[in-house]
Each structure stands twice: as structure tokens, then as C-alpha cells.
């Protein structure tokens, strides 16, 4: 038998000491086994915390998936190991916060970006809003996520401020609660066009700002109300915005951003929601993650046609973000 197989059985037997002797020895502890699994996800699967932590401490790719799409976090998470879980969900946000390497190479949706979405076509039908390379923009089964953004970061009414217009979901929402003033920062020509088109531009307390919000951040001022949404952008432009917030966001004002962040896997979406809460909270904010079911608005007929389903989870987790002072 391999070594590597030998490492797996010691991981799944919780023979700590054999694993440290094999790993010592040159065995790979990236190996997959013949069921798809890895040494860490064997003892992660057990709740063997002290193997977890030191096939880690050797460097065992903490982010592998089994061929169910499963993480060694995942599989602790489902069997309930929470000293596992925790070992390495620790692992994750230390790896992204170095490295990167799961969301920030991607876009909001988990997708490489391989052309400018920007100079590209959209198709606009009436539930989604589509990429010339058949990916969503947007969908209407997002409108009751949209609608909870809305009623979030209009709880203290005044001056509201969305990025990224895509379907209009959120701003009819936000209209619902009459702000003081609605600013709405968009970059697509298209998008731009068809918001005009449809009435968008004559509303009273509407400001529309034709741009990418990088190059529109002069422009703008500062607001009890954002929300944040855009698309073809990757985590590091995420990120870009929130080093701008402790200016854009009023004292007491609310921030939220669509919580797309690794929609396909459970365990990748709470290393990234707990890593943004911790960026956040470096800035001088706290994050709290309002749960909300999607199961019931997703069946499988909703992804016809599209060619990333960039969300694959039962709860989409609503980020409420102040200053940290202010939730006090
Ligand atoms: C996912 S959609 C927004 C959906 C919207 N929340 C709704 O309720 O319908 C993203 C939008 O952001 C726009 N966008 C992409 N990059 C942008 C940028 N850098 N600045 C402003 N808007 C951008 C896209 O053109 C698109 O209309």
C-alpha cells in the first residue's frame, strides 16, 4: 500500500502519531484517495482535531474539494465537529487574507474574468439579466434578497445610495421607502439606457450617475443609506470600496453589499463572510449577517439557460454593516 493511503487510513483511524510519522516520511498530504478524499477531509470527517491541525501545520490544502463539491470544512461542518470546523475555518481566513486565492481571482458570482463586461452586450429579459457569454447579471429570484437590502439600508431613510442598477430590484425597493434623496451609480451604457428609457431619470429625489463608481467617487457624497452590487468585478474591487466607506457612510448610516461571496460551497461562504467582516471591522465597522432562506425560490428551472450558477446555497446571509461605535 502507498504511503498516501496509509496516511488516510491513520487520518480516518485518529492515530495522530502514525499520521505524523508518515507525514515526516514524505507522504503527500494532498493525496486523494480512491473515493475522492483527502487525509484532513478523512479527519475532519471524524472530528480527529489534533490530526486536522497538524496535516495543516504540514501544509494540507485546507480549500480541496471531494467530487461532491465537499471541503474538509463542509464535511466537519455536516458532521457536526465544531473544535474541526473551527481549526479550520481559522485556516481559511488566514489563507485568504495572505493568498487569496479562492474569491479574489474571481468576479462577485465565483466566475473567472476573462473580458470587460463593461464594452460587452447584455440581454435584458424579463426575469434576468444576461452577459453576451450567457452568465447572469441578475435575476428576479433575487427581488425578496433586494427587497431585504432595501428596507436595511433605508431604516434611517434620508440619503440613499445604490451601486449598480442591473434589473432596478433594489431601487424599486428603495423607492417604496421615499428617501430624502436616491442616487444610483451605474456603468453600463445599456443599462444606463434603459434606465432612462423606463422613467428612471425623471423621478424628483432620483440622481443617476452614469460611471464606474471608481471613477465617480468625486462625485459623490456621503449617505445614511448604501448598498452595493455591481457585476465582472473581483473581491479586491469589493474590498476598493469599502477603504472608501468611512467617508461615503454617514454617522449612524447603514452599509450593505449583495453577499454573492462564493455562493457554490457553504464552508468557502463563511470563510469570506467572516474575513469581510473582519476587513470591515478594520475600518471601523461591525458586520452583522442577517439569515434568510432561499431554498423555497430557487428550483432547478431557474438556472435554464445560464451558464454559472453562481448561487448554491439553502440561506443567503444579509450583511448590516455601521460603525462600530454607533451599534453600541
Ligand atoms: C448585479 S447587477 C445589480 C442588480 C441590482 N442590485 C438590482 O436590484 O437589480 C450589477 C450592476 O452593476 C453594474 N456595474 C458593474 N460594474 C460597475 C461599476 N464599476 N460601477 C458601477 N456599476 C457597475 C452593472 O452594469 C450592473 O447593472
Partial sequence: ???EELLCEAALAGDCRKVRDLVA??????????????????????????????LLE???PWNALSPSNLSAGDIAMDSGHQDTFDL???AGIQAELVLGTIARTKDKNGSDLGMNYLEDRVVFSEDRLMDSNSKAIMMAWEKPLM????????SGNGDIINIGFGMGLVDTAIQQYKPRTHTIVEAHPEVYDRMLRSGWGEKDNVKIVFGRWQDVLPQLESYDGIFFDTYGEYYEDLREFHQHLPKLLKPGGIYSFFNGLCGGNAFFHVVYCQLVSLELESLGFSTQFIPLPVKDCLG???WEGVKH???????YYLPVCQEASGSE
Fill in 309 to 315: 450558477k453562481y448561487w448554491q446555497l439553502d440561506t
Fill in 300 to 302: 432547478e428551472e431557474v
Fill in 58 to 60: 504540514f501544509g494540507a
Fill in 25 to 54: 516520511a514524505g507522504a503527500d498530504v494532498s493525496y486523494f484517495d480512491g473515493e475522492g478524499l483527502t487525509p484532513l477531509m478523512h479527519a475532519a470527517k471524524h472530528g480527529h482535531a489534533d490530526i486536522v491541525k497538524t
Fill in 88 to 90: 479550520l475555518l481559522n
Fill in 147 to 154: 427587497e431585504a437590502h432595501a428596507r436595511a439600508v433605508c
Fill in 1 to 3: 500500500m502507498v504511503e
